[in-house]
């Protein structure tokens, strides 16, 4: 199962909200997740089920979709937001990613 | 807390072997699915391998498959990957993960880098 994120970089200012998507080639369900990823360090696991807040994650952050599309949306861009975005799904195996988003300031 | 910490990367030629570690503490391992994740310089992340709770189900990325092998010590806590006929293609961080809710991976190692060159 292929995912496609568009876009694959974004650049935004703070407080501003952003809207990244995630496409599948086939249907998924649910079973998807988001992650960021800062420089240097490991994925953090953002959102599970495809819009279920991951414990400790701040509430501007909030995922939707089902079936092959999906979004992440941030709504107040904060400094420490600027990152790479990666999907992932885990409907079937091989699970794949989607080739990132990177999020810079403008 | 949960605690990864993967070991064992460095630099290996092309065609030789090297054996990934993965020590876990803070959760209970035996019933929990792991994960292989790895990042090649630059790009981004790619799923290898992973491994049921009881180690009875394993499932590969095509790029590896017949290559390496994934396995778990229960009574160590220690998830292992056995990268054999290693490739210059195989250069990443490596990266274990612990299977979550939904199987999304809900806690991450900080990663160990394998090189392969000659």
């Known amino acids: 199962i292929q995912l496609t994120q568009s876009p694959s970089s974004l650049s935004a200012s703070i407080g501003d909200r952003v809207t990244i998507t995630c496409r599948a080639s086939?249907?998924?369900?649910?079973?998807l997740a988001w992650y960021q990823q800062k420089l240097g360090k490991a994925p953090k696991l953002l959102i599970y089920g495809a819009s279920t807040l991951q414990s400790g994650v701040p509430s501007r952050f909030s995922g939707s979709g089902s079936g092959t599309d999906f979004t992440l949306t941030i709504s107040s861009l904060q400094p420490e937001d600027f990152a790479t975005y990666y999907c992932?799904?885990?409907?079937?195996?091989?699970?794949?990613f989607g080739q990132g988003t990177r999020l810079d300031i403008k | 807390q949960v605690q990864l910490l993967e070991s064992g990367g460095g630099v290996v030629q092309p065609g030789r072997s090297l054996r990934l570690s993965c020590a876990a503490s803070g959760f209970i391992f035996s019933s929990s699915g792991m994960h292989w994740v790895r990042q090649a310089p630059g790009k981004g992340l790619e799923w290898v391998a992973v491994i049921s709770s009881d180690g009875s189900i394993k499932f590969y990325a095509d790029s590896v498959k017949g290559r390496f092998t994934i396995s778990r010590d229960n009574s160590q806590n220690t998830l292992y990957l056995q990268m054999n006929s290693l490739r210059p293609e195989d250069t990443a961080v490596y990266y274990c993960?612990?299977?979550?809710?939904?199987?999304?991976?809900?806690?991450w190692g900080q990663g160990t880098l394998v090189t392969v060159s000659s």
């Open positions: 086939q249907g998924i369900g649910g079973y």
């Open positions: 992932q799904q885990l409907y079937s195996y091989p699970s794949t």
């Open positions: 993960a612990k299977e979550g809710t939904m199987t999304s991976f809900d806690s």
